[in-house]
C-alpha cells in the first residue's frame, strides 16, 4: 500500500469516508514477511451504529428502484475484478499469504459472484404456481429482508464478500460489513470499487476492526439478517443470539474436518493429486481442506508411500512465486496453534509420517523470515480412536491417514464421526462406491474423483452438522437474503376457498 496515503484508512459509512469514533488503528501485514501493508481506523460499536443507521436509511429508495438498475451498478463493480484481476490478485496474495494463483482466483471467484448476481436480475424472480380455484393466480414472489450485516473471514478476503453482498445488494437489501481483522487492505479496495460504481450514499458500509464490531452487527436489533463466514466458535455464538429472536435470521458457514475417502477401486493417481490438493492448497487454511485420509487397506501401502513423498517435497515458499505451492500460515497465534495440534497428535499416539512443522533455514527464502512459515504435517491414526487430533479442526496442513477394511458403508461410518460436515471427496472408479458416498456422506459439498476444494458460485455452498446453517454463500444466499411471499390474487367476483373450504356466509336467520 506504499502508494497510498500516510493517513489511516478510513470506514465508508453513510456516503463518507470516516475516522469513526475512536482514534486507535491496526495495521495489515503480509503474512510472507511481516511487512507493514496498511494502518487502518479500529470500528467501534459507535460505528457500527451509524452504519446501520444509514443502511436503514437507504432502504426504501433503494428498495423501490427495479432490479435491473440496481444490479447495473454491480456490473461496474464486475468489470473492475476483471481489469484489475491480476492487480489485486497480487494483492490478495500479499494480504492474505495464498500462492497467487490462488490470489488470482479469489479475485475471478468473486467476478463470477457479482455476474451471477447482476445477470439474475433478468432472470425470472419467483414462480408462477397454479391454484385449485381456476379464477385465483398465484406466485411465489420474494422481498428483500433490510439492513443485511455481512461478517466475513481473511481466507477469501475479496471473493467471500461478494458472496455475502452481491446478491443481497441486487435482491434490493442494504448492507453493513465487517470485512476480517487480518485482510483490511482488501476490505479497502472492495469498498472504493463500490463508491466508484455508484452505490447510492448508506446503501453499502464497511466498518473495518475485530470481532467487537462484528458483534455489535450482530446485537443490532435494526439488522435483519446476518450473513457469517469464519470459526464454528463465533458462528454458534450468533446463532444463539439469533436463535428463535422473530424478525431477525442468520445464514451461518463454518469450518470442517473435511474428509476424503480412497476406495480399494481407486485409481491411485487421481486419488494422491486429489488428497494433495485439498490438504495443502492454501496450507491447509480452507474451511473445505482435507484433514483426514479415509484410505482402504489394500491400497493403503501404495497410497501412504506416495502421499508421504508428496508432503516431504511440496514447495512452501513466496507466495508471490509460481512455483510455490504453500505460502506461510495467516498470523503467528495460528502457526502457534498448528504446532500445538502436532503436538497433541503425538501425546495421543499417532504413528507421525512427516513433520515440517518447523521448516529448515534454507527453505524460508530469503528476506522472508518474519513469516509464519509451516510445512505439512502426516500421521497415521486408528480410525476408531477417539482421538482430538483426527476430529477438531486444526485449520492447517495437518492430516490424519485412517487405514480402513470393509466396503464403501465401513468408510463412510469413519466419514461421518466427526461433528462437522462441510465438505468431502470419494474416490472411486466404482460407480455403486460414489453413488453410496453422495447419498450417504454428511456433507453440504460432495465431490467424485476431485478434490474436496474448488466450489463454483452457480451451485450451493454450505454445510450440515456443525458447518453451518443456511448458505450465505454462493447462489442459494437469495435465500437467506429475501423473504418469499405465496401472492394470490382473486380474478372473479366470487371468494372461493381451496380443499372445498364453504365461502359462504351463515347467519342465524338461514
Ligand atoms: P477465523 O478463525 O477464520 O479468523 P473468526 O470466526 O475468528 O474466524 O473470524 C471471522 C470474522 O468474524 C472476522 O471478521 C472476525 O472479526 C469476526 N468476529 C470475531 N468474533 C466475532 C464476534 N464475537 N461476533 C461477530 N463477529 C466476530
Known amino acids: 500500500m506504499s502508494d497510498q496515503p500516510e493517513e489511516p484508512h478510513r470506514h465508508y459509512v453513510d456516503g463518507e469516508w470516516t475516522a469513526g469514533e475512536s482514534e486507535e488503528t491496526f495495521v495489515s501485514q503480509n503474512p510472507a514477511t511481516g511487512e507493514t501493508l496498511g494502518e487502518f481506523y479500529q470500528g467501534t460499536p459507535a460505528d457500527v451504529e451509524r452504519a446501520v443507521s444509514a443502511a436503514e436509511g437507504a432502504y426504501e429508495e433503494w428498495r423501490a428502484m427495479s432490479y435491473i438498475d440496481r444490479a447495473e451498478v454491480l456490473w461496474d463493480v464486475y468489470h473492475e475484478l476483471r481489469d484489475r484481476t491480476d492487480e489485486l490478485g497480487e494483492i490478495v496474495t500479499r494480504e492474505c499469504g495464498k500462492e497467487i494463483s490462488e490470489g488470482r482466483a479469489d479475485v475471478v471467484e468473486a467476478a463470477h459472484m457479482v455476474e451471477w448476481a447482476a445477470g439474475n436480475a433478468r432472470h425470472p424472480h419467483g414462480d408462477v404456481v397454479p391454484s385449485e380455484i381456476a379464477a385465483k393466480d398465484a406466485y411465489m414472489r420474494r422481498k428483500p429482508r433490510g439492513v443485511v450485516g455481512c461478517i466475513t473471514p481473511w481466507n477469501f478476503p475479496v471473493a467471500i464478500p461478494f458472496w455475502h453482498m452481491a446478491v443481497a445488494l441486487v435482491e434490493g437489501n442494504t448492507v453493513v460489513w465487517k470485512p476480517a481483522e487480518q485482510t483490511p487492505w482488501c476490505g479497502q479496495i472492495v469498498a472504493e470499487m463500490m463508491v466508484d460504481a455508484g452505490v447510492p450514499d448508506g446503501v453499502f458500509n464497511v466498518v473495518q476492526g475485530f470481532g467487537d464490531a462484528g458483534n455489535a452487527i450482530v446485537e443490532d436489533e435494526r439488522v435483519s439478517t446476518i450473513l457469517f463466514t469464519g470459526s464454528a466458535e463465533v458462528g454458534h455464538k450468533i446463532d444463539e443470539k439469533l436463535g428463535g429472536v422473530p424478525g431477525r435470521d442468520a445464514a451461518l458457514e463454518m469450518g ?85 495440534y502436532a503436538d497433541l497428535a503425538r501425546e495421543e499416539g499417532v504413528n507421525v509420517l512427516v513433520d515440517r512443522t518447523d521448516l529448515d533455514a534454507d527453505e524460508i527464502p530469503d528476506g522472508h523470515e518474519d513469516g509464519h512459515w509451516v510445512g505439512p504435517f502426516v500421521y497415521e491414526a486408528d480410525p476408531d ?102 401472492w394470490t390474487l382473486n380474478n372473479s367476483k366470487d371468494i372461493q376457498m381451496a380443499q372445498g373450504l364453504s365461502a359462504d356466509i351463515k347467519t342465524e336467520e338461514d
Open 256 to 340: 470442517g474436518k473435511n474428509g476424503i475417502v480412497i476406495t480399494a477401486n481407486a485409481d491411485l493417481d487421481i486419488a494422491v493429486h486429489s488428497a494433495v490438493m485439498s490438504s495443502f492448497k492454501t496450507t491447509g487454511q480452507r474451511c473445505v481442506s482435507s484433514e483426514r485420509l479415509i484410505v482402504h487397506t489394500d491400497v493403503y501401502d501404495e497410497f501412504k508411500e506416495r502421499f508421504v513423498d508428496l508432503a516431504e517435497d511440496v514447495a512452501v515458499g513466496d507466495p508471490l512465486d509460481e512455483d510455490t505451492f504453500m505460502g506461510p500460515l495467516i498470523e503467528n497465534p495460528h502457526r502457534v496453534k498448528v504446532e500445538e
Open 385 to 486: 480412536a477417539d482421538l482430538r487430533c483426527t476430529h477438531e479442526e486444526v485449520f492447517g496442513p495437518h492430516v490424519g491417514l485412517l487405514e480402513y477394511d470393509g466396503d464403501i458403508e465401513r468408510a463412510v461410518e469413519i466419514h461421518n464421526d466427526t461433528q462437522y460436515g462441510l465438505a468431502g471427496a470419494v474416490v472411486s472408479e466404482d460407480y455403486r462406491e460414489i453413488n453410496y458416498y453422495r447419498d450417504h456422506a454428511e456433507v453440504g459439498l460432495a465431490y467424485g474423483n476431485l478434490p474436496c476444494i474448488g466450489a463454483e458460485v452457480q451451485l450451493p455452498f454450505g454445510g450440515v452438522k456443525k458447518s453451518g446453517k443456511g448458505s450465505p454463500s454462493a447462489r442459494e444466499v437469495i435465500e437467506a437474503v429475501t423473504e418469499r411471499t405465496a
